[in-house]
């Protein structure tokens, strides 16, 4: 099955600063990867994902890129702003057939006013 | 936002107990799922219905029984849980399967004494 490795655990930035997390998958057949982010005591919510046949998405100042021979793909995040604090989990999967989501172990970005 | 609610949000049981959790998706999905949100650990799912049909259980503990008597509702009856299964149970839904944004409701935290 498909495995999904997240770096790093924590993070602190700088407020203005930029955040990037990555994450490293084992299946070569997994072709879609959601990045989902998790307030304190609140739901995850799907903040961007992309699909394998493009390799870069941008949302404002999110942006994921996916290196599909290198097996990786990385959340962006530019100008943080303290409500950005939360943890992230990347996720993968392949789009057909009944395989589900396999997420990442989540990472705790603080941004420092 | 009310997609997905669930009940209780906090819920103390000893180990001898019997309870439920609920979920209710009001967004016209057809696949169901109950995923296991543990500190330092990865999201596990645990059960995936489909079309009201169980599609996946991810070899856990019979203690954990899910009921799906509809394709808007998802219950988790509890028994004789053990202080290990405390943790935030996550309910979700999507449209279809893979590749299809998943929707996370608000959690029921559970505290196994």
């Known amino acids: 099955g498909e495995n999904v490795e997240q770096h790093p655990s924590t993070l602190s930035v700088q407020e203005g600063d930029s955040a990037v997390i990555k994450c490293t998958y084992s299946?070569?057949?997994?072709?879609?990867f959601p990045w989902y982010k998790q307030e304190l005591g609140k739901r995850p919510q799907l903040i961007i994902d992309?699909?394998?046949?493009?390799g870069e998405k941008k949302d404002q100042r999110i942006a994921v890129t996916l290196n599909k021979t290198a097996k990786h793909f990385s959340l962006h995040i530019t100008e943080t702003q303290p409500e950005d604090s939360a943890v992230y989990f990347c996720?993968?999967?392949?789009?057909?057939?009944?395989?589900?989501?396999?997420f990442g172990t989540g990472t705790r970005l603080t941004i420092i006013p | 936002e009310t997609g997905v609610t669930q009940t209780p949000r906090h819920l103390v049981m000893g180990m001898t107990n019997k309870k439920s959790l609920k979920c209710e998706q009001h967004l016209g999905h057809n696949a169901m799922y109950w995923y296991k949100q543990s500190a330092k650990k990865p999201l596990e799912l645990m059960f995936v219905y489909s079309l009201e049909e169980r599609v996946e259980n991810n070899s856990v503990p019979s203690r954990f029984s899910p009921e799906c008597p509809n394709s808007s509702h998802l219950f988790l009856h509890l028994h004789t849980l053990q202080p290990e299964d405390s943790a935030l149970y996550l309910c979700a839904s999507s449209q279809g399967g893979s590749g299809n944004t998943i929707y996370f409701g608000e959690g029921s935290w559970l505290t196994v004494v």
């Open positions: 299946d070569s057949a997994s072709n879609y």
């Open positions: 996720a993968a999967s392949k789009v057909f057939g009944n395989e589900k989501l396999t």
């Open positions: 992309i699909r394998s046949n493009v």
